[in-house]
């Protein structure tokens, strides 16, 4: 039996994405042209949408279950953004990962820089953000997974995908948990990855409200999206006569004192944190199972 929920899919005609002026040209740590960037930034808005959910969300998009309209849904070719405006940052990311889009070697190529569909103000962070912050420029969709070509992985550095996260966090346990999303695509051919942050900084088990989240500022006074108390991992794998579902919490800390077994924990675990219904069509029966 299907969890009862209404679908977000139904919401993308009030939320049609919209280009914004004047966020051209801001880059930073850029290893490529501005016209090829310009080529890709339009890359972003070129995206069949049904395309998208039907590739990359074959379960539905996250449903909020407080229905907030304040997470705004971004469609991309090679993945689907929950962007919250309020907050700064992506809230979820959901993407289907294959071994063949992991097949192409390809030299690390970047270029941090605003979302041309998002307006250049309070709801967005830019290059001075996180200059000074103390926080490493996090990506939600690994740059790693999009290697695929140049323009996916030039894509995976707008700050749309972008989230601050303790250094030792994204260079350490995070990282490694990247990589393990990575074999298990190469091991499985195929698996469908949402990536998440959670916002429970008074530690009450329930998602904080965007007023309330936690915020810092670089040196320079720039905004900074807000700091997520957790980040988390969902990987599903679609076998012949049924599903498995593995899901990671970790706590974001300078140094989490967690391995990545310790941090497997059941996805209603992650939904209530997070106030989310992540895999709408999902079975309530495959939702609760925990492989290890």
Request: proline share 4%; aromatic share 8%.
């Given at each position: 039996m299907f969890k009862i929920t209404l679908l977000s899919i139904f919401s993308i005609f009030a939320c049609i994405a919209l280009p914004a002026k004047g966020n051209a040209g801001e880059t930073c740590g850029c290893d490529i042209s501005p016209e090829v960037v310009q080529e890709y930034d339009q890359g972003l808005m070129n995206v069949e949408v049904f395309d998208a959910l039907q590739r990359h969300a074959p379960w539905g998009t996250p449903a909020d279950i407080n229905f907030d309209a304040g997470t705004r849904p971004l469609y991309q070719r090679h993945w689907i953004t929950g962007y919250d405006a309020d907050l700064r940052m992506p809230v979820w990311v959901i993407y289907r990962l294959r071994a063949q889009d992991l097949a192409t070697s390809r030299r690390r190529t970047q270029c941090f820089r605003p979302d041309i569909r998002i307006s250049k103000n309070a709801s967005t962070t830019g290059c001075l953000?996180?200059?000074?912050?103390?926080?490493?420029?996090?990506?939600?969709?690994?740059?790693?997974?999009?290697?695929?070509?140049?323009?996916?992985?030039?894509?995976?550095?707008?700050?749309?995908?972008?989230?601050?996260?303790?250094?030792?966090?994204?260079?350490?346990?995070?990282?490694?948990?990247?990589?393990?999303?990575?074999?298990?695509?190469?091991?499985?051919?195929?698996?469908?990855?949402?990536?998440?942050?959670?916002?429970?900084?008074?530690?009450?088990?329930?998602?904080?409200?965007?007023?309330?989240?936690?915020?810092?500022?670089?040196?320079?006074?720039?905004?900074?999206?807000?700091?997520?108390?957790?980040?988390?991992?969902?990987?599903?794998?679609?076998?012949?006569?049924?599903?498995?579902?593995?899901?990671?919490?970790?706590?974001?800390?300078?140094?989490?004192?967690?391995?990545?077994?310790?941090?497997?924990?059941?996805?209603?675990?992650?939904?209530t944190l997070a106030g989310l219904d992540i895999f709408p069509l999902l079975s309530a029966e495959v939702a609760n199972v925990l492989v290890r």
């Open positions: 953000s996180y200059r000074g912050s103390g926080f490493d420029r996090g990506h939600m969709v690994p740059s790693a997974d999009m290697t695929r070509s140049e323009q996916a992985m030039i894509n995976s550095y707008v700050f749309s995908n972008i989230a601050p996260q303790f250094p030792n966090f994204n260079r350490g346990i995070w990282r490694a948990l990247e990589a393990h999303v990575r074999k298990l695509a190469r091991e499985h051919k195929e698996v469908f990855v949402m990536t998440g942050a959670i916002f429970d900084q008074n530690k009450d088990g329930v998602r904080d409200a965007d007023a309330d989240a936690v915020r810092a500022k670089s040196r320079q006074g720039a905004p900074l999206a807000s700091i997520a108390s957790h980040f988390y991992k969902v990987v599903v794998v679609q076998k012949e006569k049924h599903m498995q579902v593995t899901a990671w919490l970790l706590p974001h800390t300078n140094n989490p004192a967690i391995t990545l077994a310790q941090a497997k924990v059941l996805l209603t675990r992650i939904e």
